[in-house]
């Protein structure tokens, strides 16, 4: 069963920085799109970034240049460095995952999609 393990989440100020982690386990599959997203208080979840297999990333127009998504594919991670943060980017973080899996000889395969459980990231100004 494939499982979404997230950390780095906590309390930061106004211009701090964070990392988060997500780590998935128990994936038999092909890990294709890996990406973060954001659900703030009252408010709709949000896109924050995403990166494909083959390193394409994509970004909010509220992060940009201020926030770096990267994998690591042989840890099967996905990380997002968040600079210069702001009151803004509070929000319960999420890591969401695409897996590719092959399910006959033949090469016939599903598509699925994984959440984690999600991670505080609390901004002060």
């Known amino acids: 069963q494939v499982q979404l393990v997230e950390s780095g989440g906590g309390l930061a100020r106004a211009g701090e920085s964070l990392t988060l982690s997500c780590v998935v386990s128990g994936n038999r599959g092909r890990l294709n799109a890996m990406g973060w997203y954001r659900q703030a208080p009252g408010k709709e979840r949000e896109l924050v970034a995403n990166i494909n297999s083959a390193g394409t990333t994509n970004y909010a127009d509220s992060v940009k240049g201020r926030f770096t998504i990267s994998r690591d594919n042989a840890m099967n991670t996905v990380y997002l460095r968040m600079n210069s943060l702001n009151v803004q980017d509070t929000a319960v973080y999420y890591c969401?995952?695409?897996?590719?899996?092959?399910?006959?000889?033949?090469?016939?395969?599903?598509?699925?999609?994984?959440w984690g459980k999600g991670t505080l990231v609390t901004v002060s100004s």
């Open positions: 969401n995952v695409h897996v590719r899996v092959i399910v006959n000889v033949e090469g016939a395969y599903v598509d699925r999609e994984y």
